[in-house]
């Protein structure tokens, strides 16, 4: 075990966990240890213990800090739709600096403030477009649940899954495909695509804002 250096700094929890999201988005959730974190800090297995029992609540205090890096909107302040395409930005950009912890968001069940803060976030922003109170819950969680997933998504076609691969086998059985082979390729760059989406989105949510705000229809007599 390497001695650190003499001006090295004291270990702490901001330190630990400054390295952790390191490995964490070098090398992934399944290749962290405390062991290999230990040795990255230049201390011994066991002085990491002081700070969190294992592995699980290690991650947890990592991605707790990882997601309170990301910047939410005031959505006192200017347009819900703005807010929205800013938020949804903004996540996308935190999704691609912490790859490995995309997944931990969609799996994820023990409450953290750094996660109620998203979802108000959201939720305001959504309140303020007019969705109703009865529908504001579902409609903000399986919104942040679409941003994360449609990134999980993105960053498999990174990984190998290759789209031009899929768009070969429209074209091989275009009777069977006729709507996807008929069209032109695919506009290269997931940003565009991403882009198209939360403007569909958006769209979306003005129209469940518009019927919701409608009269309710008279019962008849």
């Known amino acids: ?55 699980e609540q290690l991650v947890e205090a990592a991605y ?72 504001l819950s579902p409609v903000t969680r399986q919104l942040i649940a679409f941003f994360a997933g449609s990134f999980v998504v993105e960053w498999g076609n990174d990984a190998g899954s290759c ?3 899929q768009e070969q086998v429209f074209r091989t059985y275009p009777g069977r495909y006729p709507v996807m082979a008929g069209l032109p390729p695919a506009t290269p760059g997931s940003d565009h695509a991403f882009s198209l989406m939360t403007r569909l989105l958006i769209a979306g949510i003005e129209g469940l804002a518009a019927d919701a705000a409608q009269p309710a229809p008279e019962e008849a007599p």
């Not at 250096?5 to 952790?20: E, G, Y």
């Not at 996540?91 to 931990?104: A, K």
């Open 1 to 55: 075990m390497p001695r650190p250096p003499a001006d090295a700094p004291l270990l702490n929890t901001d330190l630990i966990l400054s390295h952790a999201l390191t490995l964490i988005d070098a090398n992934g959730l399944d290749n962290l240890s405390l062991r290999g974190l230990a040795e990255r800090l230049g201390v011994k297995p066991n002085a990491l213990y002081h700070y969190f029992a294992n592995k």
């Open 163 to 165: 789209p031009a691969e």
């Open 64 to 135: 707790a800090r990882a997601l309170a890096e990301l910047p939410l909107p005031d959505p006192m302040q200017g347009d819900w739709r703005e807010g929205l395409s800013s938020l949804a930005g903004a996540f996308r950009s935190w999704c691609q600096r912490h790859p490995h912890l995309v997944p931990v968001v969609l799996r994820h069940k023990s409450p953290l403030h750094e996660e109620a803060r998203l979802t108000e976030a959201v939720a305001a922003l959504l309140r303020q477009a007019g969705i109703l109170n009865t529908e």
